[in-house]
């Protein structure tokens, strides 16, 4: 069985992304959720609908003993499962001008964004080399590239994962295995919601936000056989925001 793992599957373009995935590719869906089961539940049903396999795996990513027991457990559930594909998606934002910011906001954005990648890309790393083929694809940030006053904790979250998805590319080459980010801008999720869209579509060229579905079908493409070639790339996806 060859899986595919999102993180944060359960709402927004995490959620886009398992319903894609599914509906293009023959992947068992892997969709991780932290809290909102019914949320990961309503997921797995259009995973369903769309005519292909999954399953919910409750963790919190940036929890490395919860990640490890989880993903041991079910690995140990599924001897001969292989994932070959990690989107690392879940992602939060605790946004505030930095001369006011708690340890806490800065620590929970960075800890969730790039311990969440470690501990979950870190767990599949020496099986994925081993079976000499895999596609991972990080969520970024148009504020990890161009830097967001309000959002220096998020910002330094993304770009981290800038950074790490160049690194990782290079070391796992070799074996079959690309690794990129998608860097979107304005995209319509809870995460957004309350932000005021008339007035920050005026940013963005095309003139309104994104779709959680159009972030999913690049990742798509990322994950399949014909972007074997495209790998340490960071691919903007903001409706023509310069970064
Ligand atoms: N929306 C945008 O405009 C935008 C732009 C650039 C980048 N991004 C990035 O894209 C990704 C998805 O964003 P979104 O807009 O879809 O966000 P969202 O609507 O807030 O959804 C976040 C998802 O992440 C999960 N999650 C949060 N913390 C988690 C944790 N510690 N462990 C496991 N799952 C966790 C949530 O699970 P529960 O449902 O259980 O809470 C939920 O499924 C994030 O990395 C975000 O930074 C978004």
Redo the contacts with the bound molecule.
């Keep these: 069985m060859k899986c595919a793992l999102v ?9 886009a992304i398992c319903q894609k995935l599914a509906e293009d590719s023959d992947y068992h869906i892997l969709i ?5 089961q019914s ?2 539940e309503a997921t797995l049903q259009k995973v369903i609908a769309a005519g292909n396999t999954g399953e919910i795996l409750q ?4 929890n490395s003993e919860e990640v490890t027991a989880a993903l041991t457990k079910w690995q140990d559930a599924n001897p001969n499962a292989i994932v070959e594909v990690i989107v690392n ?5 605790k946004d505030g001008l930095f001369m006011w910011m708690s340890h806490d906001d800065w620590s929970q954005v960075i800890n ?2 790039v311990n ?1 990648f470690f501990n979950v890309t870190n767990f599949f790393m020496q099986k994925m080399l081993r079976n000499k083929y895999g596609r991972i694809v990080n ?1 970024a ?2 504020s990890g590239v161009k830097g967001t006053a309000g959002q220096a904790n998020y910002s330094a979250a ?1 770009g981290a994962i800038v950074a790490v998805t160049k690194a990782l590319a290079q070391e796992v080459a070799k074996r079959n295995i690309t690794v990129n980010a998608v860097a ?4 319509k ?4 919601s309350d932000l005021d869209e008339a007035e920050l579509i005026k940013l963005v060229p095309v003139n309104r936000f994104g779709e ?1 579905e159009e972030v999913a079908d690049l990742v798509s493409f990322l994950v399949s056989r014909k972007a074997s070639y495209i790998t340490g790339e960071i691919i903007n996806i903001n409706g023509g925001i310069y970064s």
Excluded: E, H, W
């Design positions: 993180t944060g599957g359960s709402r927004g373009i995490g959620s991780n959720y932290q809290s909102n949320a990961a963790f919190n990513v940036g998606n879940a992602g939060i934002t969730t964004s969440g969520l940030s148009v993304k979107p801008g304005f995209i999720s809870d995460m957004t959680a």
